[in-house]
């Protein structure tokens, strides 16, 4: 009779366990939006695809993408090496969401658009003084 209930508490300390390890940083801060298109399947492909993209320190500086997506901006135009390292797992991590998933969902996107390169940040005032 002991073994039995200590056999079952395992179990369901194991399936406990598996369901909130399977969560992740990325579900976790997915689910934790206030974006309408965050549901339990979109986050959860999101985090398995983060799974085999992204190491889970990155998947936990990626995760706090949802709450702060000026970090993202900031982590993607830093000269810091290691930040561009990140920012090139994190990119091609978006490139495999956006292959697995058809396409990412513009609201639950936290990557940010492409800067344009310096010659068109330079002509886009004289383009703006010519149209006026």
């Known amino acids: 009779m002991k073994k039995s209930a200590f056999f079952a508490a395992m179990v369901l300390a194991m399936a406990m366990g598996s369901s909130a390890a399977s969560a992740g940083a990325i579900s976790n ?7 309408k298109a965050a ?12 799974d085999q993209s992204l190491s889970r320190s990155d998947q936990r500086r990626a995760a706090k993408f949802f709450k702060d997506p ?7 135009q830093s000269s810091n090496r290691s930040d561009e390292a990140f920012w090139l797992r994190y990119k091609a991590f978006g490139e495999r969401l956006a292959r697995s998933a ?17 010659a068109a940040r330079r002509a886009e005032p004289l383009r703006r003084a010519q149209s006026v």
Do not use: F, W, Y
């Open 29 to 35: 801060a997915c689910m934790k939006t206030d974006r």
């Open 39 to 50: 549901n339990r399947a979109l986050c959860g492909c999101i985090q398995q695809v983060a």
């Open 70 to 76: 000026h970090s993202a901006q900031e982590i993607r």
């Open 102 to 118: 058809g396409a990412k969902p513009p609201e639950l996107s936290a990557t940010p658009p492409e800067r344009p390169n310096a």
